[in-house]
């Protein structure tokens, strides 16, 4: 079932229609009273008089601006393609691309209100939103992080597998809720190892108080300066937060050089034990690694290991390292997505 709602007679474009099929409002999530707002306002005939049609912009454009659920609509010539299951404008002998910012991202569709026979045209078509590629880095000891913007979201990839996305942050927001439930302290001194995308970093900063101190080591300079002007927003700013404070430095070296310092230690650094991006990572998750990390933590301390699949080896390693071991498995998405596990270990 389709809604139709008309332009008002006389419009710069008199005799336009825009078409929402229902297969492109399910696919687009809208809430069901966005939705029934919508075919309500079709039904009263909302675009048809009171002024309410479309108007146009000095390059032709038109713009609905003045319909509640479809403000942002606007319609451009364009490649005519399919019709069915998704928006469809028809103007009198053109082919018409549309795009609904705000509302729904609509497909490209063509109908002509004309008696020209018309060419076989596909079922179905979606509009495709490209990755922009917005930064890259060189990783050291070789490789490149390329970040790319896709539609609101961000993502880092490496070697074309993607490593984090501004869509995908449940696991590493409870690594810090697992720790620092594990822990019980208000006011601890915390090191993330990693910054990320922020996500782990916003959670724990969410978790303590105003006397807390989180620090996070972070090796790459290009990380720290996109989570400042790129994709910080994504996870609420967290460096602009007094209490945060970054080390550019290698988690490693920064978990070796002291003793006795901190209350938790957060460890998201290349996918986990299983290294992706650095082979030197390796040395973190390793035993002399983990005994190191033993002597940072404060007695009742607690180094907390995200890990992007499950490792009965490290599991095992953990356990020897003087440290009482709960395994998690959350998924990426909190309630969805692939499993990820988290390790948590209270310094004996």
Not at 21 to 39: F, H, I, P, Y
Not at 83 to 106: M, T, W
Not at 126 to 147: D, K, Y
Not at 341 to 346: L, N
Request: charged fraction near 25%; glycine fraction near 10%; aromatic fraction near 4%.
């Amino acid at each position: 079932m389709n809604v139709c709602v008309r332009a008002a007679a006389g419009a710069p474009i008199a005799g336009a229609e825009v078409w929402l099929g229902a297969a492109a409002l399910q696919q687009e999530a809208l809430r069901r009273d966005r939705v029934a707002e919508l075919l309500r306002l079709a039904k009263a005939g909302t675009g048809s008089g009171g002024g309410r049609g479309p108007v146009t912009d000095a390059k032709g454009c038109a713009t609905f601006a003045k319909v509640p659920m479809l403000a942002g609509l606007k319609v451009h010539a364009a490649d005519a393609v399919g019709r069915d299951g998704g928006a469809q404008v028809a103007l009198p002998g053109a082919a018409d691309r549309v795009r609904c910012d705000g509302v729904l991202r609509c497909a490209i569709l063509r109908s002509c209100i004309s008696r020209a026979p018309r060419r076989q045209e596909p079922r179905s078509v979606r509009w495709v939103i490209p990755h922009e590629l917005v930064r890259t880095a060189q990783i050291p000891g070789g490789g490149e992080l390329r970040c790319y913007r896709h539609d609101d979201a961000y993502l880092i990839r490496v070697d074309g597998i993607e490593l984090m996305s501004s869509r995908v942050h449940g696991s590493e927001e409870e690594l810090a809720e697992l720790a620092l439930k594990r822990l019980g302290r208000t006011s601890p001194r915390v090191l993330i190892g990693g910054l990320g995308m922020g996500y782990t970093l916003a959670r724990t900063l969410q978790l303590v108080d105003e006397h807390a101190v989180v620090e996070v080591a972070e090796i790459s300079p290009e990380i720290v300066e996109w989570n400042r002007d790129v994709f910080g927003h994504c996870a609420g700013d967290p460096l602009k937060d007094p209490r945060a404070k970054v080390l550019m430095s290698d988690v490693a070296e920064r978990i070796g050089s002291v003793n006795g310092l901190y209350d938790a230690m957060l460890l998201d650094v290349d996918n986990g034990p299983n290294g992706l991006v650095r082979p030197d990572n390796d040395r973190i998750y390793s035993a002399n690694g983990l005994e190191r990390a033993h002597k940072a933590l404060r007695p009742g301390g607690v180094l907390a290991v995200w890990s992007a699949r499950s490792d009965d080896r490290f599991a095992d390693r953990l356990r020897r390292g003087s440290f009482d071991v709960v395994e998690h498995r959350v998924r990426a998405r909190r309630t969805r997505g692939p499993v990820r596990t988290i390790w948590v270990g209270a310094r004996r």
